[in-house]
Every structure is written in C-alpha cells, then in structure tokens.
C-alpha cells in the first residue's frame, strides 16, 4: 500500500525554522519525482519545491528561493523540506506528494501531476 506521511509541522515565531519530514512506504522512491505543497483555505494548492529522487535535481518556487531547501534520505526512504526565517505568510497546511517518472522541473510544481499524497501537516507562523 502507498503511502507518505508527513511529520514536522508546528507553531513557530517569524524568522524560526521547521523541519518538515515525507517519509514514503509501500514503494521505493528512486523512480518518482516528490513535490512539497501547500494551502491556506480558500486558495489553490501552491507548489512549493520538488526533487527528482534518482538524481537529486531540485526545483524551487520563487516564493521560497533561498529559505528552503528539499533534501532526501536514501537509506530512510525519506523527502525533507527545510524551511528557515519563515514568515506569516508561510502558515498554511504543508503536503508532500509522489510522482513517477522523469518530468521537467515546471511540470513537477503543478499539484494535479501528483500520483499520491500525504494527509498534510499544519504550520502557523506567528509571534
């Protein structure tokens, strides 16, 4: 059975950091892309950043170009999202989801691309 569970979220003060943790089970990673996502009510789900498992290739919305970073753990089947001075705006429910196959870095951000998806974890950003 597939399935990502997402793990790290919580309350933290402008300027903190979190992170975030997918960890996938009932597949193998190396031939899926994994994407971090995010929404606030009443707004389309964002495409924060994505990673080409196999390769490590990262592609980064510009919203979060330079404060987060995606990494992952082979041996832990496992997706980070580092996220560091955080801001208001960040909060929202965070969400990793898995893709399979070799797909371009724009494609990757897109929500509706997803095969699979974790159940969410929230962040607040608050003071």
């Known amino acids: 059975q597939v399935q990502l569970v997402e793990s790290g979220g919580g309350l933290v003060q402008p300027g903190g950091s979190l992170r975030l943790s997918c960890v996938a089970s009932?597949?193998?990673?190396?031939?899926?892309?994994i994407g971090w996502f995010r929404q606030v009510p009443g707004k389309e789900r964002e495409g924060l950043s994505s990673i080409r498992y196999s390769s490590g290739s990262t592609y980064y919305a510009e919203s979060v170009k330079g404060r987060f970073t995606i990494s992952r753990d082979n041996a832990k089947n496992t997706v980070y999202l580092q996220m560091n001075s955080l801001k208001p705006e960040d909060t929202a429910v965070y969400y990793c989801?898995?893709?399979?196959?070799?797909?371009?870095?724009?494609?990757?951000?897109?929500?509706?691309?997803?095969?699979?998806w974790g159940q969410g974890t929230q962040v607040t950003v608050s003071s």
């Open positions: 009932g597949f193998t990673l190396d031939y899926y892309a």
């Open positions: 989801a898995a893709l399979k196959g070799y797909f371009g870095g724009s494609f990757l951000m897109r929500p509706s691309n997803y095969d699979y």
